[in-house]
């Protein structure tokens, strides 16, 4: 069997390469239209960082598992076309800022209908808008041809950082398929691949509609956890509650579940805003205008939080951050991915560089796209190592929960910073009472601020 996936991105990659490690009589070839990227999956150095990957593209490359910019031939050869393109949130036209621009993925279709030439299974790995597929459908079918297209939804779940583990032992794999006998024969198909390595009850099957909506749910969901803690870390920060001591609280109630709990500067990602507002575009373009606003308020109080966090900082630093050196420490938008799409720390970032702070930037994977993300700000510095970043500094800004930031030498920092030095944990994972002793003004987010100041 040969199986093609379009779209080498964080999703494509990771997901091919499994399928490749778990399935050695399968074929598997990725393919896009970005060199670059095809080149770095064939080098030592691949385009994305994500712990564990290396290792698991080095047992099958060259063997069955293919890198290439040849979407022509693959797409050929192919029985199974896996289609992992971007769908970014539409920046023009109707629907601009929420829907989801599919042109990549309308251009996929039409290409594979213009080469095929025997009948092949497509997949949607893409997250997209409910009854995309049924869109893809009539472009695929859309002239006279022999030809049959069978479109299955498959959303991935995994997220960045985990990927591998997520991909070799998910909670559960979703496949939609349509209620006729070339559907169901095709979803059995899908099914029987994963089956190499999951079990079956952990298969899950639907329609394809409902496949794609529980993708946006999913995420959905997630977020608005996120949004819902951090809501209640405002009124922490009010009322001298603990947001780590209400979430621990509430989260031991089996019915609500510890996970996606932690209070932090506010989500980032590729997905989750994304998604959410194209639900809330969804919604909107079925008169459901009070489940829209219901939704888009997770997106509001994400932003809210991260607004709420620069204000903080610059009130606690007297008012004024003009000429002040803050350190940025982690740019990335989570622990153990080099990704800055979405993070929130661009956001801050730029908030502070129009309060004219001078910023030194600093991630252990994310720098380089950092740069790139705030190009068009002068005179940002951009440092790796930690120590050597944070002399001078009057502030450190925590944006990032990477594990080695909890191990640093703060006493060290300390002594080479300006006074008073403050440290803002906007992950609130840091040992804030060793962080007071130690001299430092501490501000985490849904505490009490610990300072030496009246
Ligand atoms: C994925 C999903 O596709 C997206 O819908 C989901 O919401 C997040 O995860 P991701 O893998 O993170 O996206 O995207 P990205 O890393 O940008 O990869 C997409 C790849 O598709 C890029 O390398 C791009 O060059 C490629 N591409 C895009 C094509 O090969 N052909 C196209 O026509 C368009
Ligand atoms: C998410 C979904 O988890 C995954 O299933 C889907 O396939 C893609 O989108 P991802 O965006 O990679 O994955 O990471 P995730 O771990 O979900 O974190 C998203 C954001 O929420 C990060 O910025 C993270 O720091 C933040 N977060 C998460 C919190 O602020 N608090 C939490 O308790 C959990």
């Not at 809210?304 to 606690?316: A, C, D, P, T």
């Not at 068009?376 to 502030?395: F, H, M, R």
């Amino acid at each position: 069997m040969n199986i093609c996936c379009i779209g080498a991105g964080y999703v494509g990659g990771p997901t091919m390469a499994m399928i490749a490690k778990k399935c050695s009589n399968i074929n598997v070839t990725v393919v896009d239209i970005n060199e670059e990227r095809i080149n770095a999956w064939q080098s030592d150095n691949l385009p994305i960082y994500e712990p564990g990957l290396y290792d698991v593209v080095q047992e099958s490359i060259g063997k069955n598992l293919f890198f290439s910019t040849d979407v022509d031939s693959a797409i050929k050869k192919a029985d199974i076309i896996f289609v992992s393109v971007n769908t970014p949130t539409k920046t023009f036209g109707e629907g601009a800022g929420r829907a989801s621009d599919l042109q990549y993925w309308e251009l996929c279709a039409r290409r594979i209908k213009e080469v095929s030439e025997s009948d092949k299974i497509i997949v949607e790995k893409s997250t997209l808008p409910v009854r995309t597929a049924e869109a893809m459908e009539r472009v695929l079918h859309s002239n006279e041809s022999n030809l049959h297209f069978e479109v299955l939804s498959n959303p991935e779940f995994l997220a960045e950082g985990t990927a591998i583990t997520d991909l070799e032992n998910p909670d559960r794999v979703l496949i939609g398929g349509h209620d006729t006998e070339s559907g169901q024969k095709a979803l059995k198909i899908l099914v029987d691949i994963y089956a190499n390595w999951i079990s079956k009850d952990k298969i899950l099957t639907s329609n394809v509609w409902s496949s794609e909506l529980s993708k946006l749910t999913a995420n959905a969901f997630l977020a608005q956890r996120v949004s819902s803690i951090n809501a209640i870390s405002a009124l922490c920060e009010a009322t001298e509650a603990d947001v780590t001591e209400v979430a621990h609280a509430i989260g031991t109630d089996s019915r609500i579940g510890s996970k996606f709990l932690k209070a932090s500067i506010g989500f980032g990602g590729s997905c989750f805003k994304k998604d959410i507002l194209n639900l809330v575009y969804l919604c909107e373009s079925y008169g459901l205008h009070e489940v829209a606003n219901y939704w888009q308020q997770v997106v509001e109080i994400n932003e809210y939080q991260q607004i709420r966090f620069i204000r903080q900082m610059i009130q606690s630093m007297f008012n004024t951050i003009a000429g002040k050196k803050i350190l940025i420490l982690g740019f990335a938008f989570k622990a153990d991915t080099g990704d800055t799409r979405e993070s929130p720390a661009i956001k801050i970032c730029r908030e502070l560089y129009n309060e004219k702070a001078d910023l030194i930037v600093s991630d252990p994977k994310a720098t380089l796209n950092a740069m790139k993300d705030l190009t068009d700000l002068k005179n940002i510095t951009y440092e790796d190592d930690p120590y050597k970043a944070a002399v001078g500094a009057d502030a450190i800004a925590v944006l990032t929960d990477w594990k080695e930031y909890k191990d640093l030498d703060y006493k060290k920092i300390f002594k080479e910073m300006r006074k008073p030095a403050f440290i803002f944990d906007g992950r609130n994972f840091l040992d804030h009472n060793h962080l007071f002793n130690i001299g430092y003004e501490v501000y985490s987010i849904g505490k009490g601020r610990l300072s030496h100041l009246q």
